[in-house]
Nanobody, 123 residues
Framework: QVQLVESGGGLVQAGGSRRLSCAAS????????MGWFRQAPGKEREFVAA???????YYTDSVKGRFTISRDNAKNTVYLQMNSLKPEDTAVYYC?????????????????WGQGTQVTVSS
């Protein structure tokens, strides 16, 4: 049974940093792409960043240069380092396991999701 558990959310001031972690179990972690998505109140879940099994990374335009996704296959963990945070980054952040070794920007490209962790950026 695949489980994804996020941690690291919380309240941070604008301009600050936060690192989210997502620990995976029940899966051959290194074989799959992983992604981070977020959902703000009243909005649809949106793609933030993804990393392929090769380590190639992809970002939505609004976070390029500020967020970094990485993975540690020895720890079955994917990270999202968030710097220069803005109030518009406030959302529940979800990690997700891709259906294959690649990583897409589409919600439908992922088959397992974590419970989410709240990130609130105050101005």
């Amino acid at each position: 049974q695949v489980q994804l558990v996020e941690s690291g959310g919380g309240l941070v001031q604008a301009g600050g940093s936060r690192r989210l972690s997502c620990a995976a179990s029940g899966v051959t972690f290194s074989s799959y792409g992983m992604g981070w998505f977020r959902q703000a109140p009243g909005k649809e879940r949106e793609f933030v960043a993804a990393i392929r099994w090769t380590g190639s990374t992809y970002y939505t335009d609004s976070v390029k240069g500020r967020f970094t996704i990485s993975r540690d296959n020895a720890k079955n963990t994917v990270y999202l380092q968030m710097n220069s945070l803005k109030p518009e980054d406030t959302a529940v952040y979800y990690c997700a396991k891709a259906r294959n070794s690649l990583a897409t920007t589409a919600v439908g490209g992922y088959d397992y999701w974590g419970q989410g962790t709240q990130v609130t950026v105050s101005s």
